[in-house]
């Protein structure tokens, strides 16, 4: 269980596979497992790292001010530990915020990105969404927090046909809860974070992607983001909820892996026919 030291923290990571770089972020949750339905598809063709954000899982516990782009100078000290000079990037919500903040900060670094299931700007139903569930988490504590979050990530036919799979996602992720004060920080940083606009400054190319049932960062959201970031690619995949990785792993799996292998070798996206697709021409 491989660990970085950075200046102020320490993160734990795993690799799995060889070939180019492709480094990835989970959501609020923060914990690299996130991505295992990933592994034995993408880790055939590349060289994938996935690590659990400072403050969740095996990582440290530093109680600091979370933010987006502290998040991001992670993943870079990441890279560097590993000697990685340019990478892939795959980010989940919270990730995709990550993968913003990397394009726009070290857009060197960065040799393409998906945004999954993230938001350019927060709305009102993002900031309603999580300011219940941080106040849930104040006032009920963390196994009440960790039961509702189910109505937030998946959709309603997954949770009636998965409850004991379910309650076993749930038991393990209490064993590993952070404390109330890092939880509370990371969600004030992903509430507070919006670049909007600013997406126009991306030249990376980039997959926007998202479930069309995804009830935590509606298709809107990415819609949005499509927009906003020039060039970019969009899939909206047909059902699976804000974690389609979980629920719909095939089709999560062969929609990002088919465009990661487009841009890695250059050819031209081919979308699967499942899901809904635009290409931004805006310059």
């Known amino acids: 269980m491989p660990s970085v030291r950075l200046s102020d923290g320490e993160l734990f990571y795993e690799v799995h596979g060889s070939g180019p770089p492709l480094i990835t972020a989970a959501g609020l949750g923060g914990v690299g497992s996130f991505w295992a339905p990933q592994l034995g598809s993408w880790s055939a063709h590349f060289r994938v790292v996935v690590h659990d954000h400072r403050g969740t899982g095996q990582s440290s516990r530093d109680l600091i001010t979370y933010s987006v ?47 999954a299931s993230g938001w350019a700007r927060p709305d009102p139903w993002f900031t309603r969404c999580f300011e219940t569930r941080e106040r849930l988490l104040r006032s009920a504590g963390a196994e009440a927090y960790v039961r509702a979050q189910a109505l937030f990530i998946f959709p309603p036919w997954w949770v009636s046909d998965n409850d004991d799979r379910l309650q076993s996602m749930e038991e393990a992720q209490l064993k590993h809860f952070p404390p109330t004060e890092i939880v509370s920080s990371r969600i004030a940083a992903i509430t507070s974070y919006g670049p909007g606009d600013e997406l126009n400054r991306i030249r990376t190319p980039s997959l926007v992607t998202c479930a069309d049932d995804d009830h935590l960062t509606p298709p809107h959201f990415s819609l949005d983001m499509h927009r906003l970031i020039p060039g970019s690619d969009l899939a909206i995949l047909p059902t699976g909820g804000h974690f389609n990785n979980v629920t719909m792993p095939d089709q999560f799996n062969a929609t990002i892996l088919g465009w990661l292998l487009a841009k890695l070798h250059g050819h031209q996206w081919s979308a699967p026919d499942y899901v809904k697709t635009a290409t931004a021409h805006h310059a």
């Open 69 to 115: 782009p502290q998040m991001a100078r992670d993943v870079i000290g990441l890279a560097d530990a590993l000697g990685i000079e340019r990478f892939h990037f795959a980010g989940h919500s919270t990730g995709a915020s990550i993968a913003q903040e990397l394009a726009l900060t070290y857009p060197d670094r960065v040799l393409s990105l998906v945004l």
